[in-house]
């Protein structure tokens, strides 16, 4: 069997990762400045963003055409892929998820389709572990599953400047971004079921960091985790998380990664941005 998996560009999967793997393909997520059309990981990324949204462009994301992802996995079934899983972005945050199960319709059962319910390396761990249970020679419905399980190891928290981003998005409501602003505080924020959804609000970046971690650390229990640490624009905030989560997990943390995120989380969720996924390895 010669399963491959397919992925869009929001699972933030660190480069070397990604070059590690030849039975992962990635697509770019469509990212509109002032409705001009990029492709995030192709022609730009989260830098980009950060200053497009700091110069006042109109930042925009859609989801992934059915044409382009029926498109793709013609093409890696005719390279002589045996079946596909795709797995992407929460349905409840975009429509790539639907997008790829019309796609799949016309493949005879060789296309199964995952949706991650979650954003950056919520994303990326399911397409991950999809993609470690290829290699061994997993057959489709085996891979599909290691991706799904994963998923329920996968625990998402982020803390934000401000919800305004969100709220420009459509990805969480006007009211609580309205009381969020109102009150100066800071949002912390979970994906759980693959919605967004505020846990918690603090006074200071400070003490959001702390909050982070103390969230990631009730996660993970007494089990060994790999961890991504992502930012846009907030480099010392995330380091300085990476670091005391580093330290707190010594001995069983197998891999920590600081990432940037991409443009295509960046645009919905704005400069300052720390968020820590964490993956349960057992």
């Keep these: 069997m010669t399963v491959v998996v397919v992925t869009d560009s929001t699972s933030a999967l660190p480069e070397p990762v990604r070059a590690a793997h030849g039975r992962l393909s990635v697509l770019g997520i469509p990212v509109l400045i002032d ?15 950060l200053r497009a949204i700091r110069d006042g462009h109109e930042v925009t994301t859609s989801g992934l055409p059915p044409e382009e ?6 093409r890696l079934l005719d390279e002589g892929a045996s079946g596909i899983v795709s797995v992407h972005l929460s349905g409840r945050l975009s429509g ?3 997008a790829a199960e019309a796609a799949a319709a016309g493949f005879g059962g060789r296309v199964a389709v995952v949706d991650s319910l ?7 761990y399911p397409a991950l572990a999809a993609v470690e249970a290829a290699e061994k020679g997993s057959e489709l419905l085996v891979v599909a599953a290691a991706a799904q399980a994963t998923i329920g190891r996968t625990s998402t928290y982020f803390y934000l400047d401000t919800l305004e981003y969100l709220r420009r998005g ?32 603090v006074r200071t970046p400070t003490r959001g960091l702390q909050r982070l971690a103390a969230l990631a650390v009730a996660d993970a229990g007494d089990a060994e985790v790999e ?6 624009g907030a480099e010392r905030r995330a380091e300085a998380l990476a670091g005391w989560l580093e330290e707190r997990f010594e001995g069983r943390l197998r891999r920590m990664d600081v990432t940037e995120v991409g443009a295509a989380v960046g645009a919905h969720c704005g400069p300052g941005l720390v968020g820590v996924i964490t993956r349960r390895l057992a």
Excluded at 69 to 74: D, E, F, I, K
Excluded at 227 to 232: A, C, D, E, N, P
Aim: hydrophobic share 40%; aromatic share 2%; no cysteine.
């Design 227 to 232: 961890m991504t640490v992502h930012h846009l």
């Design 170 to 201: 459509g990805r969480i409501s006007a009211a609580r971004a309205i009381v969020g602003t109102a009150l100066s505080v800071k949002p912390i924020l979970g994906v759980e079921d693959g919605r967004i959804d505020v846990v918690e609000k």
């Design 35 to 49: 409705g001009v059309e990029h492709r995030e990981g192709e022609d730009i990324g989260g830098e980009a963003i």
């Design 69 to 74: 992802l029926r498109a793709t996995y013609t």
């Design 96 to 98: 790539t998820v639907a």
């Design 118 to 124: 979650g954003a950056g390396m919520g994303v990326g």
